[in-house]
């Protein structure tokens, strides 16, 4: 059975920073896709950033050269750096995992419906 459990979430003053963990519980699949994405109440959840098997790195326009996302793959966890932190990052943030078949699958990975599995959720609360 897999998990994906989020920590490192907590509230903030504008322009500071916060580190989310995402520990992997079980098997995915040899290789897989993961993702942090991002709710707020009456919104669709948004994909914040992501990681291909690779190593490469995508990330939302909004989020662009203040956030990080990187992979430790010996711990299997995954993390989002997030600097300058800004009242409108304010939402509850989720990992995704979904396993990649071939080399180029994460790719396409873009919306909450193409990952398989979610943590549970941390909220992360900027105050101006």
């Known amino acids: 059975q897999v998990q994906l459990v989020e920590s490192g979430g907590g509230s903030v003053q504008a322009g500071g920073s916060l580190r989310l963990s995402c520990a992997v519980f079980?098997?995915?699949?040899?290789?897989?896709?993961m993702a942090w994405f991002r709710q707020n109440p009456g919104k669709e959840r948004e994909g914040v950033a992501a990681?291909?098997?690779?190593?490469?790195?995508t990330y939302a326009d909004s989020v662009k050269g203040r956030f990080t996302i990187s992979q430790d793959n010996a711990k299997n966890t995954l993390h989002l750096q997030m600097n300058s932190l800004k009242p409108e990052d304010t939402a509850i943030y989720y990992c995704?995992?979904?396993?990649?078949?071939?080399?180029?699958?994460?790719?396409?990975?873009?919306?909450?419906?193409?990952?398989?599995?979610w943590g549970q959720g941390t909220q992360v609360t900027v105050s101006s």
């Open positions: 995704a995992a979904e396993p990649a078949p071939y080399r180029t699958y994460c790719r396409s990975r873009k919306y909450q419906a193409d990952f398989r599995y």
């Open positions: 079980g098997y995915i699949h040899s290789s897989y896709c």
């Open positions: 990681i291909d098997i690779n190593g490469d790195t």
